[in-house]
Every structure is written in C-alpha cells, then in structure tokens.
C-alpha cells in the first residue's frame, strides 16, 4: 500500500479522492534540499553507527567471555540500556545535554576545568547529529555484545586450545581465529545495523523534533512523519518511506558483497 499511496496525492482524509500523479512524489523528494540533508545525514549515521556499534559490542563479548567472576553483573550492566524504553533512555540524554551549566556534560566539563567544551549539545549544528548517534550506540552496544557472546559460546573448545597451544593468543586469536568463525554474526550484525538507522526515527524525534537547527539531524524516517502527519501529504511521505526500504536493501547487500570479499580474502 506504500508504494501505491507513493504515486498519489491525498491529505490522509477519507472523503477526499486519491489523485494520481505517477512520479511527481518522488522528482519532487530529489529536488528538496532537506531529503538531500536527510539522506547525507542517515548516510553519516550509518557509517559512525557502523564503526561504533559493532567493534564496541564485540570487545566487550569478546572481554566478558574471558571473564570467570561478576559475568551475570557485566551482562546486565550492558544490556539495561537495550531494555529501558528508547523515550526514557532519549529523555535522560536530554537532560545530559541541556545547554548552559544545568547540563550533566557540560557540568562535567566545568569539574573537569574544560568550560571552553560546553555546547549546546543538541542546538549546535555541528555537534547536534554526533550527540544523536552516541545516544544510539549506547543503547545498542549491549545487543551486539549479547549476538557474540552467544557466537562466542557455540565455538568448539578444541579448537581455541589447539590454537594457543599454537601460539595464538590475544588479538592474534581473535583475529586469525575467532573472527573467521563468527564471521556470520559480523554479518548480521551489520544489516541490523544498517536497517535499524536507515528507519531510525524515535530518538531523533524525541532530542531534536524538528530535526536540529538547519535540518542538523533531519532523518529520512523523521522527514516522512513530518510530511504524512504534521503537513498531511500521505504521497510524499510514502515515497520517501519506499525510498528507505530501497536503501536497505541496496546498502545491506552491499554490505554482505564486501564483507564476504573480505572473509575470501583472509583465506
């Protein structure tokens, strides 16, 4: 129904006829500068996302893996901020970023003798969309953290033993060793990476609602809700919902392309 509603303009009201205008919805998404800004924005998104999420989470299954006391306590300690509500985890960041003194960070960078530091977090255009996406990364860490350790706990023992008894230890093992049998769960890990920001929406809707100063932190899947419900254009926010799942698809099998490249050429 998406991408039928994508080749109409109706106002959402069901009295009013849908009218066909073939194509119109999405010429008009490419000549909009602010779905441009989106698009460079959720491109930015996936790339930091994609650079912090999964190496931090896998370093810390890879650490808590080894560790044989307080497991269960560094597994919680992580997976809270998956749990907690992304309004309740979104609201506590926004008192973190409050701008002026009243800001938890910016306090810190008082005590830290850094007042030169503070920023209005979120009203700042160029700190606005990298404090959105250390929001996510935290929230999200403690998952993939969860998909290799259970990686982690599926390998055969004999094999990691026979490895050190080679000298395979520390990163050489996870390199060498590891990483190439739990290679499928990088992969994984990356298209729910890849998805997840690509359809991003409640927490850049809840920190910055009209997507930051000068379209800062604007967002495809924000975009969309502004068109289809606050200015009741139901085609133009079709379009670019269809374009977002387009994108998905095109970045998650690339994606998968150049990490299977990447796994042949280790062997």
């Known amino acids: 129904m998406t991408i039928f509603f994508s080749f109409h303009q109706w106002p959402g009201i069901q009295s009013v006829p849908l009218k066909y205008v073939g194509l119109s919805n999405y010429k008009a998404l490419f000549y909009d500068d602010l779905f441009r800004k989106s698009l460079v924005n959720v491109l930015v998104y996936v790339f930091w996302s994609l650079l912090s999420q999964i190496p931090i989470g896998f370093a810390l299954g890879?650490?808590?893996?080894k560790v044989t006391k307080g497991v269960k306590f560094f597994k919680a300690a992580f997976v809270i901020p998956m749990i907690i509500s992304i309004s309740a985890v979104s609201l506590l960041w926004?008192?973190?970023?409050?701008?002026?003194?009243?800001?938890v960070l910016n306090q810190f960078l008082n005590f830290l003798g850094l007042p030169e530091l503070?920023?209005?977090?979120?009203?700042?255009?160029?700190?606005?969309?990298?404090?959105?996406?250390?929001?996510?990364?935290?929230?999200?860490?403690?998952?993939y953290m969860i998909i290799?350790?259970?990686?982690?706990?599926?390998?055969?023992?004999?094999?990691?033993e026979a490895a050190e008894i080679d000298g395979a230890v520390g990163f050489r093992k996870i390199r060498s060793i590891v990483l190439p049998m739990i290679w499928g769960s990088v992969q994984v890990s990356i298209i729910l990476v890849v998805t997840g920001v690509l359809?991003?929406?409640?927490t850049v809707y809840i920190l910055t609602p009209n997507g930051g100063v000068n379209g800062s932190t604007i967002v495809p899947a924000l975009l969309m809700y502004?068109?289809?419900?606050?200015?009741?254009?139901?085609?133009?926010?079709?379009?670019?919902?269809?374009?977002?799942?387009?994108?998905?698809?095109?970045?998650?099998?690339?994606?998968?392309?150049?990490?299977?490249?990447?796994?042949?050429?280790?062997?």
């Open 94 to 103: 926004n008192f973190i970023y409050f701008p002026a003194d009243q800001g």
């Open 148 to 160: 290799c350790l259970s990686a982690m706990s599926a390998l055969p023992k004999s094999t990691l």
């Open 62 to 65: 890879f650490a808590i893996h």
């Open 199 to 202: 359809k991003i929406f409640d």
């Open 226 to 267: 502004n068109n289809a419900f606050r200015y009741n254009d139901y085609g133009s926010g079709s379009a670019i919902a269809t374009v977002i799942f387009v994108l998905s698809i095109l970045i998650s099998a690339i994606s998968l392309r150049l990490t299977r490249r990447e796994k042949a050429a280790e062997f």
């Open 118 to 143: 503070k920023r209005n977090w979120l009203m700042d255009p160029v700190t606005s969309l990298g404090s959105v996406i250390v929001v996510s990364t935290w929230t999200s860490i403690g998952y």
